[in-house]
């Protein structure tokens, strides 16, 4: 079992020094209130194993620097107050502990819902809990909507909270596995890597993570290399479009007709490619060749879906399409599956190479081959993101590919250590300088990034100490 949350008493002084101004924006807006303790929470970049986790499949993310930081006050009424340092951009909420209403239409999304998403997961399992309110005032460094995990990292930092003023003593793991479940009341079916890397990282490694149950494995990034984040500046929320939904839904109707095909017993039960693999008692290569088997080129209607299913169409609807994509008809199956499969293989060789030879032209090839798999077969790349792509290979990168879940949002790009800075220039100059007038000042949009630590709470004292 993975460790539980203690309060950290010492941390660098740049977070220090964050807490400290946080403090004072939260004593001017809640007059002159003492904080109990602070939160910081990270994001996240995946290096190899794009939309695979919820399928069932290992994942390779790591933590960055960039983060979600809270200041929290226990209350002794029920009553939850939620506040941005940004208050412009992102509006104050309150309610009460005990009857809490995630409002998820995709048209209209407040960033207060994820913080609901948080508290609504622990309240779940909060049985013989004497529940308390709680003032939540937060402030981010993770661009927004950019494929780095900023709406988990805000459903991690209220679960967080809400544990630690609630004295629940739940392991790195368990909060992590709800986490991911309570953020699925936004709309959107996730995996949790987002969740699983956000609690269980430690600094200096990123972690190869597997689920049913989450287990990590941490890794060294070979000590001659860096990975390069740069925005695509182009936003994607994911929760507002039936994107996301919709692969996770075609990712399962192909999991239940190979199950189904292949004569598995309760072949309704096989929602995840994993699980389908695991029961064929088969390869992933194998998987591959199955794939093109079973599957035609063209879109799937749901007629079709239907009758090799041999279910009704409200069976299908029902059973296995989520609220946004019951309407639709087209499925793509085939290239999907195969992607699934394909990435799979391609995070085991990349960790294998990472542990091993550790060459980067290897490594940079194998994000290569995601980045095409996820433009062509997955189908969730931009034309910005893929031009950032070529920019960052003509630049010197091993290897480039999108990050996150893709539509707009960042590429991640693995460079050699000594051409880091020179590359990042360069970048600026070929990719960003029709776009950006100040390339001075571009550290959120194009930075090099380490592998940071995972969740943590803090005492008060930690901003006394300096
Ligand atoms: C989002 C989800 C994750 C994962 C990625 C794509 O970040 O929250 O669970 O599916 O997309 O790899």
Redesign the pocket.
């Given at each position: 079992m993975s460790k539980t949350f203690s309060q950290l008493n010492t941390c660098d002084d740049d977070l220090k020094s964050k807490f400290i101004d946080i403090n004072n924006s939260f004593k001017k807006k809640y007059e002159n209130l003492e904080v109990d303790f602070f939160i910081c929470v990270p994001g996240r970049v995946?290096l190899i194993g794009?939309?695979?986790?919820?399928n069932g499949y290992n994942?390779c993310p790591m933590a960055i620097k960039q983060n979600i930081i809270g200041a929290i006050k226990v209350t002794d009424d029920l009553n939850v107050h939620i506040s941005n340092v940004n208050k412009d951009k992102y509006e104050d909420y309150s309610c009460k502990i005990n009857s809490i209403v995630i409002e998820n239409d995709p048209k209209n999304i407040h960033w207060y819902n994820y913080v609901l998403c948080g508290f609504k997961g622990i309240i779940e399992i909060a049985f013989n809990v004497t529940l308390k309110g709680l003032i939540i005032h937060l402030d981010g460094t993770i661009p927004p909507a950019s494929?780095l995990?900023s709406s988990?990292a805000l459903v991690c930092a209220a679960a967080l909270s809400l544990c630690h003023v609630l004295n629940m003593n739940l392991s790195k793991h368990e909060i992590a596995e709800l986490t991911a479940k309570a953020e699925r009341y936004i709309g959107t079916e996730?995996?949790?890597?987002?969740q699983a890397i956000i609690f269980n990282a430690n600094y200096g490694f990123a972690s190869r993570i597997s689920f049913d149950p989450i287990s990590l494995i941490e890794f060294q990034i070979p000590p001659n290399a860096v990975f390069v984040i740069a925005q695509s500046l182009v936003t994607k929320n994911?929760a507002a479009s039936n994107d996301f939904n919709l692969r996770v839904v075609e990712c399962r109707l192909s999991s239940l007709i190979i199950a189904k095909k292949y004569g598995l017993k309760n072949w309704y039960k096989y929602v995840k490619l994993a699980d389908t693999q695991k029961d064929l008692k088969q390869q992933l290569e194998n998987m591959v060749k199955i794939v093109r088997d079973v599957f035609h080129d063209r879109y799937y209607t749901k007629e079709e879906i239907c009758s090799i299913l041999n279910i009704s169409g409200n069976e299908l609807e029902e059973k296995f399409l989520t609220k946004n994509t019951k309407n639709m008809n087209n499925f793509k199956l085939k290239d999907r599956a195969l992607h699934v499969f394909e990435e799979a293989l391609r995070v085991d060789k990349f960790c294998k190479i990472c542990g091993t030879t550790k060459s980067l032209f290897e490594l940079g090839s194998i994000m290569q081959d995601s980045h095409s798999s996820l433009r062509d077969l997955y189908e969730c790349s931009h034309t910005e993101l893929d031009k950032l792509v070529t920019v960052c290979m003509t630049n010197g990168a091993f290897g480039a590919r999108l990050t996150?879940?893709g539509w707009g949002g960042c590429v991640v790009a693995l460079i050699s250590c000594d051409i880091a800075e020179e590359f990042i220039e360069s970048v600026k100059e070929t990719f960003y300088s029709n776009k950006i007038t100040d390339l001075t000042n571009m550290n959120d949009i194009i930075f090099i990034t380490k592998p940071y630590s995972g969740a943590a709470i803090f005492s008060q004292s930690i901003i006394k100490n300096l």
């Open positions: 995946n794009e939309h695979i986790d919820y994942v494929g995990s988990s996730g995996g949790g890597m987002d994911k996150g879940a």
